[in-house]
């Protein structure tokens, strides 16, 4: 579930493995995009996409930061009124 393959994150970024909390965090926004394609609303997309890009930010990794943050924009601006996480 992509919840638990975004949980990891909290502890690598807690400890400034800042590169595995991206790594982390981009298999769980692939889980969400997967999810969202069918229609269903995973757990939490936006705050995964947001701790991945803080997490690119805090471990120099700018582009990644740059990309993502695109993507979060893209996100809300689809569903601005979405609850982020199911209902």
């Given at each position: 579930?992509?919840?638990?393959?975004?949980?990891?994150?909290?502890?690598?970024?807690?400890?400034?493995?800042?590169h595995?909390?991206?790594?982390?965090?981009?298999?769980?926004?692939?889980?969400?995009?997967?999810?969202?394609?069918?229609?269903?609303?995973?757990?939490?997309?936006?705050?995964?996409?947001?701790?991945?890009?803080?997490?690119a930010?805090?471990?120099?990794?700018?582009?990644?930061?740059?990309?993502?943050?695109?993507?979060?924009?893209?996100?809300?601006?689809?569903?601005?009124?979405?609850?982020?996480?199911?209902?």
């Amino acid at each position: 579930d992509q919840h638990l393959q975004h949980m990891s994150s909290h502890t690598f970024f807690r400890t400034g493995h800042y590169h595995e909390a991206v790594e982390s965090n981009k298999i769980a926004v692939a889980s969400d995009a997967a999810f969202l394609k069918h229609g269903l609303v995973p757990y939490g997309p936006g705050h995964d996409l947001a701790f991945l890009v803080c997490s690119a930010l805090w471990g120099g990794e700018r582009a990644v930061a740059y990309r993502y943050s695109t993507e979060l924009q893209q996100l809300y601006t689809k569903a601005p009124s979405r609850q982020d996480g199911p209902s």
